[in-house]
């Protein structure tokens, strides 16, 4: 069974960089691509970066959002999908979440579509402040 566990949230204040981490256990053989999304006071999950799991699964994908201030890196060792968050601001605090395509879905970019994922991790808390 296929586990999402993320790390490195926390507290910053504005200007700051921030790294977070997400780690899939388990086989993903048969999943192609992972997600980063951020959960706000709303409630509502948007993605801001997904990319492949493995180096030929899926090309990387950013939202409006994201571009220009966060980048996405991957381990292939440990199926390890990183978000590098800079010039961070208070907008940007909410729940992150890692998420994970289907299994036997194939992608030549990763989506940014919260519908195209089915499997979640826990998710790891940011908090920006002025």
């Known amino acids: 069974q296929v586990q999402l566990l993320e790390s490195g949230g926390g507290s910053v204040q504005a200007g700051q960089s921030l790294t977070l981490a997400c780690t899939a256990s388990g086989d993903v053989t048969n999943r192609a691509c992972m997600a980063w999304l951020r959960q706000g006071p709303r409630n509502e999950r948007v993605v801001v970066a997904s990319s492949g799991i493995r180096a030929t699964s899926g090309e990387t994908n950013l939202a409006a959002s994201a571009k220009g201030r966060f980048a996405v890196s991957r381990a292939d060792t440990d199926n390890t999908l990183i978000l590098h968050m800079s010039s961070l601001n208070p907008d940007d605090t909410a729940m992150y979440i890692c998420?994970?395509?289907?299994?036997?879905?194939?992608?030549?970019?990763?989506?940014?579509?919260?519908?195209?994922?089915?499997?979640w991790g826990q998710g790891t808390h940011v908090n920006v402040s002025v």
């Open positions: 998420a994970a395509t289907p299994a036997g879905q194939r992608f030549r970019i990763c989506p940014l579509g919260r519908g195209n994922y089915d499997l």
